[in-house]
């Protein structure tokens, strides 16, 4: 087992339980900008596609990205109360902080995470970074790693989807895959993580 020092953890999906939310918010986009309307059998679907097959799957074009994630982020803040951490999770921050440096690198912006976590007494972290490439976290994970002069063999990386994995995999540091959050546990597991827990709980058995 390494010795790790340093947690950096994904957001959505990952320590908040926002897929509901999500949901609900593109359905406010569909309607406003005419995308495909979701049925409850293509939301389980989506939990098994890579953001790619997501995009194809939707007909989003890659020029309308952009444009939809500012405005997707801007309804993200009015139903902001309404998510929620997920079970266990509060529990497993506070152990973890006794010990570990910790950190979030997430593709929503760094206000909305930060009064989440103040919403929710979670003064865990010392550091909250946006990415915005959807596609791969690599780039935004090389930044962080030289800002703040992490060393990548003591970094172990808490995310929810395929992409984080294939990040991980790139930039050469080990990743907890956790099955409560966007992608299910049979996509996670074929991608490789280094490990792949289904509770909150797991994480303390493997730190």
Known sequence: MKKYKTLIFDFDGTIADSL?????????????????????????????M????ILKFLNIPLFRLPFLLFKGRSKY???????????GIPYVLI???????????????????????????LSCFDTVMSEK??????HSLNKMIKQLELKKE???????????????QNAGIDIVSV???????????KAGPTYLIT??????AIL
């Open 133 to 138: 490439n959807i596609f791969g976290k690599e």
């Open 154 to 168: 003591e970094i172990l990386y808490i995310g929810d989807e395929v992409r984080d994995i294939h990040s991980c």
């Open 50 to 53: 890579a953001p790619q097959e």
């Open 179 to 189: 099955a409560w959050g966007l992608n299910s546990k049979q996509i996670l597991e």
């Open 77 to 87: 803040k009015d139903f902001l109360e309404d998510v929620e951490p997920f079970a």
């Open 199 to 204: 509770k909150p709980d797991d994480l303390l």
């Open 20 to 48: 509901g939310v999500l949901i609900r918010v593109y359905s406010s986009l569909s309607e406003e900008f005419s995308l495909k309307e979701l049925s409850p059998t293509d939301i389980e679907r989506l939990r098994n």
């Open 95 to 121: 152990q973890l902080q006794k010990k570990y440096h910790m950190h979030i690198l997430t593709s929503n912006t760094p206000d909305i995470v930060m009064a989440f976590l103040q919403n929710h007494g």
